[in-house]
């Protein structure tokens, strides 16, 4: 597909003016809980900080400022499958750019995306080969940001999404083939089209590698599987399964067990909205203790903006239950699973409790999620944490390009 022959008209991304001054009503009648004796987030997000940020967020923080950056891209939103689907874009500048979808997970927007989106796009630019380039396209996924309203849709979920995004690649884009990539819930959207239609993709890469059934079964929000501790193991090792479930117990127990409850104080209150995602992106991303090394405040407030004028609360988190209520199942019997040329980027804060950088790669490939993947390109990086691309945009775009080399 050439630029001239892009099939649709771009739309800027617009929130009106009155969701803006609902906003900050809202925040300037937060009713505080006490906090008492949280200064160190052991009972969670600590009212001095998100105060802080709440403040920042009335007084400070420019939304129009962040939506001229977004509006730097095309946007565009269409129906596939009578479902509302955002995305933005980027042409490639080269001499042949291959279209990438790249999805994004929870509590992610499309936004995070945007520190890869211009390398990718314009490796010419960056030092890199124009011969590299990619056609971007970063959607956000049914019921996130501005994919939504979702009410014809309750029962979306990753495997779902996957197909929407095949129609909207080949049928509402007119690409004959394309490449993908995805991290979090995008890397589940990104395996199953590796799954379901690899003929039709040149590969895919993705931030972890689970099996597409890890939603499956009776324990789906127990991140051990109901598994105890073993009691013959060091305590070093103890101590760090402790932290990783703790570091993710409620977020899966909640969202996929009573999704909808959460969502009418997160939906009703930005405060309790903003404070819920601040957990993750503060626990989840490698900032040693001080988010603000990874996300600034605008940062932070942009995304939840995005959450927030959407009212996208609700339909994201209920991804993790429908996942599970409609769990996944196989397209074909095949093995490998994923089918499609898989790269693979791990990072040393999600390092396995008792893994270290070095031998991560090893502990991946003896594993049994090895042999879902047709893994043809695994890096692994000391730095980053869950959100790899806006954490370690550099070292993710160099692993993208590596697993499609050869590939075109």
């Not at 008492?36 to 969670?44: K, T």
């Not at 129009?64 to 689907?85: C, D, L, Q, T, W």
């Not at 117990?249 to 930005?270: E, I, K, N, W």
């Amino acid at each position: 597909m050439t630029e001239s022959l892009f099939p649709l008209e771009p739309t800027p991304i617009y929130v009106p003016d009155d969701l803006l001054a609902d906003l900050r009503t809202r925040l300037k009648l937060t009713r505080w809980p006490l906090d008492a004796g949280n200064d160190d987030w052991y009972y969670g997000v600590s009212r001095r900080y998100l105060e802080e940020l709440v403040d920042y967020w009335i007084n400070e923080f420019d939304w129009r400022k962040s939506e001229a950056a977004i509006n730097v891209y095309e946007h565009y939103k269409v129906n596939v499958n009578g479902v509302p689907v955002h995305f933005m874009r980027k042409p490639g500048v080269g001499p042949n750019p291959i279209p990438l979808i790249l999805t994004h997970g929870w509590p992610w927007t499309f936004w995070h995306w945007s520190k890869v989106i211009d390398p990718l796009a314009d490796p010419g630019a960056f030092g890199g080969d124009p011969a590299e380039a990619f056609d971007v396209i970063v959607p956000s996924l049914p019921g996130f940001g501005f994919s939504t309203p979702l009410p014809n849709n309750p029962d979306m979920n990753f495997w779902k999404v996957a197909d929407l995004w095949h129609v909207l690649m080949t049928k509402v884009l007119g690409y004959d083939k394309y490449a993908a990539g995805g991290c979090d819930i995008g890397a589940l959207v990104t395996g199953q089209l590796g799954h379901k239609y690899s003929s039709e993709l040149y590969a895919i890469h993705i931030g972890s590698a689970l099996k597409l059934s890890f939603f499956n079964g009776d324990r789906a929000w127990d991140f051990s599987g109901g598994q105890p501790i073993p009691d013959d193991i060091p305590e070093s090792i103890r101590s760090e399964i402790l932290k990783f479930d703790r570091r993710f117990a409620s977020h899966l127990a909640v969202h996929v067990l009573d999704p909808s409850t959460l969502a009418y104080g997160l939906s009703d209150s930005p405060v309790g909205m903003l404070a819920w995602i601040l957990e993750r992106w503060a626990k989840w991303s490698d900032n040693g203790g001080n988010v603000e090394r990874v996300f600034s405040k605008d940062d932070l407030l942009t995304h939840a903006t995005i959450f927030w004028v959407n009212n996208a609360i609700e339909t994201s988190i209920r991804f993790y239950a429908n996942a599970n209520r409609y769990p996944w199942g196989p397209s074909h019997d095949r093995w490998p699973v994923v089918e499609a040329p898989t790269g693979i980027t791990f990072v040393g804060y999600e390092n396995p409790p008792g893994i270290t950088t070095e031998n991560r790669v090893r502990h991946f490939l003896d594993s049994d999620r090895a042999s879902w993947y047709n893994h043809v390109n695994i890096a692994v990086h000391d730095r980053g944490g869950h959100f790899i691309p806006w954490e370690i945009p550099d070292q993710w775009v160099d692993d993208l390009r590596r697993t499609f080399r050869g590939r075109r």
